[in-house]
């Protein structure tokens, strides 16, 4: 018997256009095909797998939760840990970046338009390359 492995990440948000955005424009990652669900959102893909899915929030009373909650970060393992952070900065996105102790993974974290904090996780070895 196995979990497996993460199939995707759910965000409840009022701010559906922008956080489309983010994920599109900032991360790279493409919106796509998503079921005909009786409530609005958007479903968005890395790799040929959607791995973000949205719901949008903005037409019930549900209240915006102003970050992830108990859970503290959502992590992928990414490429091109230098376009990244020039993307970031000429964006205008406030993020920090870090080698991991032992220096084998970079990282870079930044919070989408709902204070969901990602991180990017980079083999340094490949980096190099």
């Known amino acids: 018997m196995s979990v497996g492995m993460l199939d995707h990440f759910n965000i409840r948000t009022r701010k ?3 956080t489309v955005r983010f994920y ?10 998503r079921p005909d669900f009786a409530f609005p959102g958007a479903w968005l893909y890395s790799e040929g797998k959607p791995v973000v899915h ?4 903005a037409p019930t009373s549900e ?9 503290h970060h959502i992590a992928f393992a990414s ?6 952070k020039q993307r970031l900065q000429s964006k205008g996105f ?12 970079w990282q870079i974290f930044v919070s989408d338009p709902n ?14 390359v």
């Open 63 to 71: 209240p915006q939760k102003p970050d992830s909650g108990v859970v």
């Open 79 to 84: 490429r091109d840990f230098g376009g990244m």
């Open 54 to 57: 949205l719901v949008d929030i």
């Open 16 to 18: 559906l256009a922008e």
């Open 24 to 33: 599109e424009e900032i991360l790279g990652l493409t919106n796509g095909d």
């Open 94 to 105: 406030t993020f920090r970046s870090r080698e991991v102790p032992g220096g084998a993974i």
């Open 115 to 128: 204070g969901v904090l990602i991180e990017l996780n980079y083999d340094a070895v490949a980096e190099r």
